[in-house]
C-alpha cells in the first residue's frame, strides 16, 4: 500500500492542567529530575568538567528583579560554597542609575568564569559589560578593574555571546541600539586586543551586506576564524533572512565564505524573520535556528552555500506554531532544538525540545518520536536555554509560568526513560463508525486532540483541523468510502484510526 503519513510535527501545547508529561527525567537530579527554584528563571547554563551546574539567571523578590548566578551540584543540589552562599548577586532592577545584567556565560578551561551583558548608566544608555569570577565565585581582580570591565561605544549596547581562543583572547558579540552589531576581541587581563579590527572592535560597513544586523552567537573554527549567527536584512534580496558572517581571524570579512563574507538563506526569508541561535559544527558546517512564519534550522556548508544534504536543501521546518529559543549540537552531530509555543505564556502551556539526525530528520529515538515535554501536573513551563553534559545528559532550563519560579530540568541522555501517560489507539473512541455528517471523539480525561488529518486510501489529503478543544468533527462533504484518521495529541503522539464514511442515497 502506498505510504500515507509524512511525519508532521506536533503543535506545541501542553496537557490540561490535570495531565503531567513527565517522561525521560533523569531521576538522580533534583526532585526526581527537576529542581524548582523559589522564584525567578533561567537565561542560561553552564557545566564545569566536575559537573556541578552554573546557571545564569533570575530572581524575582519584593517586586524586584535580581539578575543571579548560581551553582548546584551534580545531584541538583544547591551548591552553598559559590560566591556568597551559593549566589553571585549582578545586581538589581531597581532605581539605581547603575543597573548590571548580565544574559551570556562562558567557562574558561582554568574553571574561571565570564559573563557579558550590559550596564545601564545614569545617562540612560546601556554599555557593554563583561565580568570574570573566579571558580568559587568572586570576582577575579587581574581582569579589568577589579573584575570588571565596561565598554562605551557611544548608544546603546549588549553582549549577546562570548568564545574563547586557544590562546585565551576573548571574543565577544553584542548589538548596538538594534541597528548595528560589535565584534570585540579583549586579551586575557580584559583590555582590547589592537590587532583585532579598528584597535580591538569591529563594527559592520556596507561590505557586509547587511541593514539592522542583530547578532545572536559567536564560535570559532579551529583555525581562528570567526562564525558568527545573525538575522538582518540582506541588501542583496531586500528582505530578513537567517544570515551566518565569517571573519579572518584578524576581524576582516573572509570573502572564501559565500564569496563575502556573508552566507544567508533566501528560503528562510521575509519582514518577520528571526534568527535565535548558531551552532558551528567541526567541519565548518553552520546551523542556524529560529522561526519566521514556522520554526526553521537551516545549515551551510563549509563555503557558506545551503547544504543539500540536510532537510529540503539545506532547510528543516518544524511546526508553524511555536518559536525557538536555543540549539545545541551534539558530539556526534544530533541537534537538539528548544521551543515556546507561539503567543506564550497560555495558562495550559508547555515547552517543546526536539531532537533531529545530522541530516535534519527527525531522531526518533529521543522522547517521543523525537520530541520531549515536561510539565508537571497544574504547572505550565517555558523554556529558556539548553546544555549537554559530557556523559549526555541533557539540562533544560527555564520558568514555571504561572508562579515564576526557576525551573531547572536533567534528562537522561535520549530522554526515553519512565515514559507515562501515554494513551493507545483503544483509549481514544471514534463514533459513530461507520459515519455520515459528523464524528465524534471520546478521549481520556488527561487528553486533547490537538490536530486532525483525514486521509483517503491514495494517500490524498481531504481536510486539516487545528482545534485545542477538538470533540466533534463534520465529515458532511466527503464522499462514501475508506478514510485515516491521524490524530496529534496534546502530548506529541500520533494515534491513526480507520473511519467508514456511509450516508443514505
Same mark, same amino acid.
Given at each position: 500500500?502506498?505510504?500515507?503519513?509524512i511525519?508532521?510535527?506536533?503543535?506545541?501545547?501542553?496537557?490540561?492542567?490535570?495531565?503531567?508529561?513527565?517522561?525521560?527525567?533523569?531521576?538522580?537530579?533534583?526532585?526526581?529530575?527537576?529542581?524548582?527554584?523559589?522564584?525567578?528563571?533561567?537565561?542560561?547554563?553552564?557545566?564545569?568538567?566536575d559537573?556541578?551546574?552554573?546557571?545564569?539567571?533570575?530572581?524575582?523578590? !519584593?517586586?524586584?528583579?535580581n539578575?543571579?548566578i548560581?551553582?548546584? /551540584?551534580?545531584? =541538583?543540589? &544547591? @551548591? +552553598? %560554597? #559559590?560566591? *556568597?552562599?551559593?549566589?553571585f548577586?549582578?545586581?538589581?532592577?531597581?532605581?539605581?542609575?547603575?543597573?548590571?545584567?548580565?544574559?551570556?556565560?562562558?567557562?574558561?578551561?582554568?574553571?574561571?568564569i565570564?559573563?557579558?551583558?550590559?550596564?545601564?548608566?545614569? !545617562?540612560?544608555?546601556?554599555?557593554?559589560?563583561?565580568?570574570r569570577? /573566579?571558580?568559587? =565565585?568572586? &570576582? @577575579? +581582580? %587581574? #581582569?579589568? *578593574?577589579n573584575?570588571?570591565f565596561?565598554?562605551?561605544?557611544?548608544?546603546?549596547?549588549?553582549?549577546?555571546?562570548i568564545?574563547?581562543?586557544?590562546?585565551?583572547?576573548?571574543?565577544?558579540?553584542?548589538?548596538?541600539?538594534?541597528?548595528?552589531?560589535?565584534?570585540?576581541?579583549?586579551?586575557p587581563?580584559?583590555?582590547?586586543?589592537?590587532?583585532?579590527?579598528?584597535?580591538?572592535?569591529?563594527?559592520?560597513?556596507?561590505?557586509?551586506g547587511?541593514?539592522?544586523?542583530?547578532?545572536?552567537?559567536?564560535?570559532?573554527m579551529?583555525?581562528?576564524?570567526?562564525?558568527?549567527?545573525?538575522?538582518?536584512?540582506?541588501?542583496?534580496?531586500?528582505?530578513?533572512?537567517?544570515?551566518?558572517?565569517?571573519?579572518?581571524?584578524?576581524g576582516?570579512?573572509?570573502?572564501?565564505f559565500?564569496?563575502?563574507?556573508?552566507?544567508?538563506?533566501?528560503?528562510?526569508?521575509?519582514?518577520?524573520v528571526?534568527?535565535?541561535?548558531?551552532?558551528?559544527?567541526?567541519?565548518?558546517?553552520?546551523?542556524?535556528?529560529?522561526?519566521?512564519?514556522?520554526m526553521?534550522?537551516?545549515?551551510?556548508?563549509?563555503?557558506?552555500?545551503?547544504?543539500?544534504?540536510?532537510?529540503?536543501?539545506?532547510?528543516?521546518?518544524l511546526?508553524?506554531?511555536?518559536?525557538?529559543?536555543?540549539?545545541?549540537l551534539?558530539?556526534?552531530?544530533?541537534?537538539?532544538?528548544?521551543?515556546?509555543?507561539?503567543?506564550?505564556?497560555?495558562?495550559?502551556?508547555?515547552?517543546?525540545?526536539?531532537?533531529?539526525?545530522?541530516?535534519?530528520?527527525i531522531?526518533?529515538?529521543?522522547g517521543?518520536?523525537?520530541?520531549l515535554?515536561?510539565q508537571?501536573?497544574?504547572?505550565?513551563?517555558?523554556?529558556?536555554?539548553?546544555?549537554?553534559?559530557?556523559?549526555?545528559?541533557?539540562?533544560?532550563?527555564?520558568?514555571?509560568v504561572?508562579?515564576?519560579k526557576?525551573?531547572?530540568?536533567?534528562?537522561?541522555?535520549?530522554a526515553?526513560?519512565?515514559?507515562?501517560?501515554?494513551?493507545?489507539?483503544?483509549d481514544?473512541?471514534?463514533?459513530?463508525?461507520?459515519?455520515?455528517?459528523?464524528?465524534?471523539f471520546?478521549?481520556?480525561?488527561?487528553?486533547?486532540?490537538?490536530?486532525?488529518?483525514?486521509?483517503?486510501?491514495?494517500?490524498?489529503l481531504?481536510?486539516?483541523?487545528?482545534?485545542?478543544?477538538?470533540?466533534?468533527?463534520?465529515?458532511?462533504?466527503?464522499?462514501?468510502?475508506?478514510?485515516?484518521?491521524?490524530?496529534?495529541l496534546?502530548?506529541?503522539?500520533?494515534?491513526?484510526?480507520?473511519?467508514?464514511?456511509?450516508?443514505?442515497?
Amino acid at each position: 500500500m502506498k505510504e500515507l503519513f509524512i511525519l508532521l510535527l506536533a503543535c506545541l501545547f501542553s496537557s490540561t492542567a490535570d495531565a503531567q508529561y513527565l517522561y525521560g527525567l533523569d531521576p538522580t537530579f533534583g526532585n526526581n529530575g527537576i529542581y524548582e527554584g523559589d522564584t525567578g528563571g533561567v537565561f542560561k547554563i553552564a557545566v564545569q568538567p566536575d559537573k556541578k551546574i552554573i546557571i545564569v539567571g533570575q530572581d524575582i523578590k !519584593n517586586y524586584a528583579y535580581n539578575n543571579v548566578i548560581k551553582r548546584f /551540584k551534580e545531584d =541538583g543540589e &544547591f @551548591d +552553598s %560554597s #559559590f560566591s *556568597n552562599s551559593g549566589v553571585f548577586l549582578v545586581n538589581t532592577n531597581t532605581s539605581s542609575s547603575n543597573q548590571k545584567i548580565v544574559s551570556s556565560i562562558y567557562l574558561q578551561q582554568d574553571g574561571k568564569i565570564i559573563l557579558g551583558g550590559w550596564t545601564a548608566l545614569v !545617562n540612560g544608555n546601556s554599555d557593554l559589560y563583561l565580568i570574570r569570577l /573566579k571558580p568559587n =565565585g568572586t &570576582f @577575579d +581582580s %587581574s #581582569f579589568g *578593574n577589579n573584575g570588571e570591565f565596561v565598554n562605551d561605544l557611544g548608544s546603546d549596547e549588549g553582549i549577546t555571546s562570548i568564545a574563547v581562543q586557544p590562546d585565551n583572547k576573548i571574543l565577544i558579540c553584542g548589538n548596538i541600539s538594534n541597528n548595528y552589531i560589535v565584534v570585540i576581541r579583549y586579551h586575557p587581563n580584559g583590555t582590547l586586543d589592537s590587532s583585532f579590527g579598528n584597535n580591538g572592535i569591529v563594527v559592520p560597513d556596507s561590505t557586509w551586506g547587511l541593514d539592522y544586523p542583530n547578532a545572536n552567537d559567536i564560535d570559532l573554527m579551529s583555525d581562528g576564524r570567526i562564525v558568527l549567527g545573525i538575522d538582518g536584512r540582506v541588501k542583496a534580496l531586500s528582505a530578513y533572512c537567517f544570515s551566518a558572517v565569517r571573519l579572518l581571524p584578524n576581524g576582516s570579512l573572509d570573502t572564501s565564505f559565500n564569496h563575502t563574507g556573508l552566507a544567508y538563506s533566501s528560503a528562510i526569508s521575509g519582514w518577520l524573520v528571526y534568527c535565535k541561535a548558531m551552532s558551528l559544527q567541526p567541519d565548518g558546517k553552520v546551523l542556524l535556528a529560529g522561526y519566521d512564519d514556522s520554526m526553521a534550522i537551516i545549515r551551510f556548508d563549509s563555503t557558506g552555500q545551503p547544504d543539500s544534504i540536510f532537510g529540503k536543501n539545506g532547510v528543516v521546518k518544524l511546526d508553524p506554531a511555536g518559536k525557538v529559543v536555543d540549539m545545541l549540537l551534539q558530539p556526534d552531530g544530533r541537534i537538539v532544538v528548544a521551543t515556546n509555543p507561539d503567543g506564550f505564556p497560555y495558562p495550559d502551556s508547555c515547552y517543546t525540545i526536539y531532537r533531529l539526525l545530522p541530516n535534519g530528520s527527525i531522531d526518533s529515538s529521543f522522547g517521543v518520536n523525537g520530541k520531549l515535554l515536561t510539565q508537571p501536573a497544574t504547572k505550565p513551563t517555558m523554556i529558556g536555554t539548553l546544555a549537554l553534559q559530557p556523559d549526555g545528559k541533557l539540562l533544560a532550563g527555564g520558568s514555571f509560568v504561572q508562579n515564576s519560579k526557576l525551573l531547572l530540568v536533567r534528562y537522561t541522555p535520549d530522554a526515553t526513560a519512565s515514559i507515562t501517560n501515554l494513551p493507545t489507539a483503544n483509549d481514544i473512541v471514534l463514533y459513530p463508525n461507520p459515519a455520515t455528517n459528523y464524528i465524534y471523539f471520546d478521549l481520556p480525561d488527561n487528553q486533547r486532540i490537538r490536530q486532525l488529518y483525514i486521509y483517503s486510501l491514495d494517500g490524498k489529503l481531504h481536510r486539516t483541523k487545528y482545534d485545542a478543544y477538538l470533540k466533534r468533527f463534520s465529515i458532511e462533504d466527503l464522499a462514501n468510502g475508506v478514510y485515516y484518521l491521524k490524530l496529534t495529541l496534546a502530548n506529541n503522539q500520533q494515534i491513526i484510526k480507520k473511519l467508514l464514511i456511509q450516508k443514505n442515497n
